[in-house]
């Protein structure tokens, strides 16, 4: 029997919420997805990092650090300033070696094995490279890899590397993913709102699919789509950035739709552009709108009877991991703080962070849309020597 103190307690309250619903199945494919973005951002860094960065690239990361550190600074100091690893050592053979030890453990976490020493270093890694990479690694995504990294951690025991450890999800966790995914939408719809006219008047998706960074091979499809129907897509769009991410806190049914719309929104992306890992990332935290009740229903037979037996076998979260999940929630609603006012702001800025961890950030995509096409020719010549006829 309970009482009366037990009552207000919010750690009892926290366990009540934690069992009416299953989260184990939605850690499994979070953890998966994760581990596949990763992978393809580790992979893409092994093969560009020595061009972009390396001692003969275009902005060697070497002289960045001896610029940040011109003034006296022990590595210690410089890495508190600008956390990454490379302020101990940095050449183009360790950092080819580390962007292939990341793809390594990338694949790890895709083939269903995570726990915090993994995640926390691939966080470490991916910090340590997006910190250094100056123009090349300043764009939205790669905070937003940072941040939803980070937050993973707190899905896992702190060594069970199990695809369904013994241990639930901590549903705060759940809750800080679902807070995630409704900031980058958010940011998203604010921003546009905000800036380029066509977004207002509806026809910003007359000229987007062609003036987009790297149009698919479907993108010329979608171009010569009618203009009402354009203008109809531009409606939808700000429907599901503007009104949707509000019921990822609602009861399930709500949240289930606005899952299924959120991701089905960041398919349609896929299929129209390519933007990178950037959908594949954003999906991430929509996720957190299902639980196991919907999941059950579409994963395969063999996932979701380890996941009933692991839920059948589990034990409580330990009290470390309820100080942990509630000790970070906290954290994440302090940080919060900045990024609720910069989206209140006529002057809201995007993809941006306010913490040097970039643990809670701001987003935005598409502010502003290219009305034209620019393409840069290169040409070249065999002659010797150039003359009139060359």
Known sequence: MESDADEYNPLVYLRKLQGRHSYWLTRFIILRLLGFVYLAAFVSLAVQVLPLIGSHGLEPAQ??????????RTPTQGFF???????????????????????????VVLLGYANVPILLALWVLYTSFV????????????????????????????????????HPPPLLIIWLFRWLGFRIML??????????????????????????????PLSRLFHFQPHWLLRLETLWNHF??????????????????????????QVFLILSGNLSFLNYLTMVPFLACFDDSLLARVLPKFVTRRAELAAQESQALTPGQEFASIGYSIVVV??????????????????????????VN??????????????????????ETIGPDT
């Open 334 to 359: 302090l940080l919060s703080l900045p990024v609720v006012a910069n989206l209140l702001s006529p002057a809201q800025q995007m993809n941006n962070s306010f913490d040097r961890l970039h643990l």
């Open 63 to 72: 002289d960045y650090i001896a610029r940040v550190g011109a003034a006296p």
């Open 131 to 166: 910190n250094i990479g100056q123009e090349w690694y300043s764009y939205g995504w790669e905070i937003q890899l940072l941040e939803t990294g980070f937050l993973a951690m707190f899905l896992c025991p702190l060594l069970d590397p199990r695809p369904f450890p013994k």
């Open 240 to 265: 599901i950035e503007l009104v949707v991410p509000w019921f990822s806190f609602g009861p399930r049914r709500a949240r289930h739709i606005a899952g299924v719309l959120l991701v089905s929104f």
């Open 187 to 216: 940011g998203a719809g604010l921003i546009k709102l905000r800036g380029d006219d066509c977004w207002r008047n509806l026809t910003c998706l007359f000229y987007h699919y062609e003036t987009q960074p790297i149009p698919n």
């Open 81 to 107: 300033l600008l956390p990454s690893i490379f302020w101990f050592g940095i050449s183009d053979g360790e950092m080819q070696t580390l962007a292939w030890c990341g793809a390594a453990l990338s694949l």
């Open 362 to 383: 701001t987003y935005g995509a598409f502010g502003s849309v290219g009305k034209e096409r620019y393409e840069i020719i290169f040409e070249g010549t065999s002659d």
